[in-house]
């Protein structure tokens, strides 16, 4: 019989393949494969479904075993890890790949949409980004706490920090002023790179239509809506707005027995920028005084839930309506 799913245990150099008929009897074991030949491997095959973990380069093999014909379908590690078996037959990769197998014929497996080159290329400008916002972070810290042994005690706010810095710079002696003066070109070269990536997100912004209509939402500015063009995909992999909420790990985690529904904290699952990024306390913020339906709505959620409820309360709200944003397109209209 022929082969109709295969699993593969992806790694940098040597990969693990695992493949079944219809029966589920195996008919294909190469526990090692050189990533040369990898291709060749898989383009040998019959047209099947590839199952792979969702981790570094899964998005590009699936991309490269799709234009082979294949039907590829990646799944989040944490899924596949029931599947492994690890009591029989200890963690290898063979056994990796026979539980990837086994996992993607699952009927309520839940899938990682794949990713395109350019969708990629997008993700990298703000996970760079992001990486200059957090070295500059750490940098003013590392200011304020080497002040700090000199006597010189700053607040959280960057911008009086670099002002105070530079203001007390011809007071500090021998290497302090030199090492501070080292800090804040740091932090100035940080800057301005920043402000390079923020051109690229603006142009992004304005080529991408799902981004200009994202921007519709509460508190979605170019990041926002252009980090969830990025990361979500085909939005139609999922069910509703609410199923994108719990992707992001903004509904509340679910510890039910007996009859007995109990509820806890948001389980902050997903990805932590794009999470952020929902966070929406300026929204709030910006609230009050406003007389529109959503603006009303997320006061009456702060009097009634609490401030910090009401910020997952409006994140969510624009998960929700970002997933009708990118399956509905054009026909999406922000409700009055």
């Not at 990837?100 to 497996?109: D, S």
């Not at 080292?182 to 940080?190: A, I, P, T």
């Not at 902050?268 to 929902?278: E, H, I, P, Q, V």
């Not at 609490?306 to 922000?334: C, D, H, P, Q, S």
Request: glycine fraction near 8%.
């Amino acid at each position: 019989m022929a082969i109709v799913t295969v699993g593969i245990d992806l790694a940098k150099n040597v990969f693990a393949l695992h493949g079944v008929d219809e029966a589920g009897a195996a008919r294909l074991k190469q526990p090692k494969v050189a990533r040369g030949k990898l291709n060749a491997a898989v383009a040998a095959l019959p047209p099947c479904v590839i199952g792979l973990e969702a981790c570094s380069g899964a998005h590009y093999w699936a991309r490269q075993f799709q234009a082979h014909g294949h039907t590829v379908k990646l799944m989040a590690p944490k899924l596949v890890t029931p599947y492994r078996m690890s009591g029989k037959r200890g963690k290898n990769d063979a056994a990796d790949a026979a539980a990837i197998c086994e996992a993607v014929q699952r009927a309520n497996m839940r899938f990682v949409p794949i990713k395109s080159e350019e969708q990629q290329a997008r993700l990298m400008v703000h996970r760079a980004r992001q990486g200059f916002v957090a070295a500059r972070t750490a940098c003013i810290n590392r200011i304020r706490g080497l002040l700090s042994e000199f006597g010189v005690v700053l607040p959280l706010k960057a911008e009086v920090v670099r002002r105070e810095a530079r203001n007390h710079l011809e007071d500090l002696p021998g290497y302090a002023n030199t090492v501070i003066g080292d800090l804040l070109s740091e932090v100035c070269h940080l800057d301005e790179r920043i402000k390079q990536y923020d051109v690229h997100i603006h142009a992004m912004a304005r080529d991408c239509t799902a981004a200009q209509q994202l921007m519709q939402l509460m508190g979605v500015g170019e990041v926002t809506a252009t980090a969830l063009v990025a990361l979500v995909g085909n939005a139609r992999e999922f069910h509703s707005g609410r199923q994108l909420s719990a992707w992001l790990g903004l509904v509340p985690g679910q510890y039910s027995s007996g009859g007995k529904a109990r509820l806890g904290s948001i389980t902050k699952a997903g990805d932590a920028y794009l999470r952020s990024l929902l966070g929406a306390r300026a929204v709030l913020n910006a609230a009050k005084g406003k007389t529109d339906s959503l603006s009303r709505w997320a006061l009456a959620v702060a009097e009634r839930r609490g401030y910090w409820k009401a910020v997952v309360a409006i994140a969510a709200k624009n998960a929700r309506m970002a997933w009708a944003v990118l399956t509905k397109g054009e026909a999406f209209r922000l409700p009055a």
